[in-house]
Nanobody, 124 residues
Framework: QVQLVESGGGLVQAGGSLRLSCAAS????????VGWFRQAPGKEREFVAT????????RYTDSVKGRFTISRDNAGNTVNLQMNSLNPDDTSVYYC?????????????????WGQGTQVTVSS
């Protein structure tokens, strides 16, 4: 079992930045791809970014490319999501998730372990 806890959410003005962290316990994240997803009120959960177990491969949804950066520290058992140039459309609950599927999956069905989420609110 892998327990995931997100942190770093909050309220920020448009154009600002936040850094989300996903910390794991119970088992090392070293053998898992880790992804970030988000869900806004009344909308389906959507893929944001993912990183391979080695950190060598990443994938982003188009709307965050060039603004968000995913990284991992396997020694520290954490995965981070640096979010810059935030806009109100980024307002959501952000979830991290771990997948044992090879590669960098972008579908939530491939992720077996999920955190509880952290709220990100961007004001205009």
């Amino acid at each position: 079992q892998v327990q995931l806890v997100e942190s770093g959410g909050g309220l920020v003005q448009a154009g600002g930045s936040l850094r989300l962290s996903c910390a794991a316990s119970g088992r090392t994240l070293r053998s898992y791809a880790v992804g970030w997803f988000r869900q806004a009120p009344g909308k389906e959960r959507e893929f944001v970014a993912t990183i391979s177990w080695s950190g060598g491969n990443t994938r982003y949804t188009d709307s965050v490319k060039g603004r968000f950066t995913i990284s991992r520290d396997n020694a520290g058992n954490t995965v981070n999501l640096q979010m810059n140039s935030l806009n109100p459309d980024d307002t959501s609950v952000y979830y991290c998730a771990a997948s044992s599927v090879p590669g960098i999956p972008n579908r939530s069905q491939y992720y077996a372990y999920w955190g509880q989420g952290t709220q990100v609110t961007v004001s205009s």
